[in-house]
């Protein structure tokens, strides 16, 4: 009898224990739970296939988060590196040695999807330029920014050039992007002699990047002029460039020292003429 009754006094045991085991332990804390991604958030992500706010000297479509800030250097020696022999260019250090024309760029985001700012190169001309995001790609095959700026040489007292234009680009997944600028620039001829004859200039820049390692990219671009005032050679750029953090360096090579829509609108030196450069960027967000 005692035998039984621990043999049922056990059974019961065994079938009760596991359902107190499975009772929730109310001193637990519920798991937490991931907040939704805010819009924003994307914007400071970084972006694979356009780390920077321009080619070269193109713009491209890169958004600057709201109320955040963004510096660029820009930097053309002035000798040219097909003159004279090779010992006179090692001479120069390959034109390091030469004067430059140097720009300093800020840019801010006063609200989401615009920037604005300026852009002064060392012979005295500075150009104010604004930049909406009009149409993002996944809404639409491309995205395409709407630009309108204004130089005004000896520091903005003497003779403007106001532009106006447009940025469509693509990109592709994490490897790269093209990219379309059409822009029309008034008073892009400097001689009053010819201003009732050609005054301005429609360009079509057209550029992309393509990115080869991690943080490396190739880079290239070309703005011919289709019409108007459109003295020398188009001018054309190529470079490499190599990303850290929110800082980019660029090393690059053109056919001349515009910076800007007017001064890229008034061509290069010539055809043959090629100078070392160099961009340097810094986000600050």
Same mark, same amino acid.
Not at 92 to 111: C, H, K, N, T, V
């Given at each position: 009898?005692?035998?039984?009754?621990?043999?049922?006094f056990?059974?019961?045991?065994g079938?009760? &224990?596991?359902?107190?085991?499975?009772?929730?332990?109310? $001193?637990?804390?519920?798991?937490? +739970?991931?907040? /939704?991604?805010?819009?924003?958030?994307?914007?400071?992500?970084?972006?694979?296939?356009q780390?920077?706010?321009?080619?070269?000297?193109?713009?491209?479509t890169?958004?600057?988060?709201?109320?955040k800030?963004?510096?660029?250097?820009?930097?053309?020696?002035?000798?040219? !590196?097909?003159?004279?022999?090779?010992?006179?260019? &090692?001479?120069?250090?390959?034109?390091?040695?030469?004067? /430059?024309?140097?720009g300093?760029?800020?840019?801010? &985001?006063?609200m989401?999807?615009?920037?604005?700012?300026f852009?002064?190169? $060392?012979?005295?001309?500075?150009?104010?330029?604004? +930049?909406?995001?009009?149409?993002?790609?996944?809404?639409?095959?491309?995205?395409?920014? /709407?630009?309108v700026?204004?130089?005004?040489?000896?520091? !903005?007292?003497? $003779?403007?050039?106001?532009?106006?234009?447009?940025?469509? $680009?693509?990109?592709f997944g994490?490897?790269? &992007?093209?990219?379309?600028?059409?822009?029309?620039?008034?008073?892009?001829?400097?001689?009053?002699?010819?201003? /009732?004859?050609?005054?301005?200039?429609?360009?079509?820049g057209?550029?992309?990047?393509?990115?080869?390692?991690?943080?490396?990219?190739?880079? #290239?671009?070309?703005?011919?002029?289709?019409?108007?005032y459109?003295?020398?050679?188009? +001018?054309?750029?190529?470079?490499?460039?190599?990303?850290a953090?929110?800082?980019?360096?660029?090393?690059?090579?053109?056919?001349?020292?515009?910076?800007?829509l007017?001064?890229? #609108?008034?061509?290069?030196?010539?055809?043959?003429?090629?100078?070392?450069?160099?961009?340097?960027?810094?986000?600050?967000?």
């Amino acid at each position: 009898m005692k035998t039984s009754l621990s043999f049922a006094f056990a059974l019961l045991l065994g079938a009760t &224990a596991p359902a107190m085991a499975a009772e929730p332990d109310s $001193s637990t804390p519920p798991p937490t +739970q991931t907040p /939704a991604t805010k819009p924003y958030d994307t914007e400071r992500a970084f972006q694979p296939a356009q780390p920077d706010f321009a080619v070269i000297t193109i713009p491209t479509t890169l958004r600057l988060p709201s109320h955040k800030m963004a510096f660029r250097l820009t930097h053309r020696f002035g000798r040219p !590196l097909g003159a004279g022999t090779f010992s006179d260019l &090692a001479g120069d250090l390959f034109g390091l040695d030469s004067g /430059a024309q140097i720009g300093l760029e800020f840019r801010y &985001a006063p609200m989401r999807g615009t920037q604005i700012g300026f852009h002064r190169t $060392s012979n005295r001309t500075i150009s104010l330029f604004g +930049q909406y995001s009009a149409i993002r790609q996944g809404h639409s095959p491309v995205s395409v920014d /709407a630009l309108v700026a204004v130089d005004g040489t000896n520091n !903005l007292q003497d $003779s403007y050039s106001p532009s106006v234009g447009a940025v469509v $680009s693509r990109t592709f997944g994490r490897h790269g &992007a093209l990219y379309l600028q059409p822009s029309w620039v008034n008073n892009s001829n400097p001689l009053p002699s010819a201003l /009732a004859d050609h005054n301005d200039t429609v360009t079509l820049g057209i550029g992309g990047r393509l990115r080869v390692r991690p943080s490396v990219y190739v880079v #290239a671009e070309v703005i011919p002029r289709l019409s108007g005032y459109k003295p020398g050679t188009n +001018q054309a750029s190529f470079g490499i460039e190599k990303r850290a953090g929110g800082h980019t360096f660029q090393l690059n090579f053109s056919n001349g020292f515009g910076t800007t829509l007017p001064q890229v #609108a008034r061509g290069g030196t010539g055809a043959k003429d090629w100078y070392l450069g160099f961009n340097m960027s810094r986000k600050f967000f």
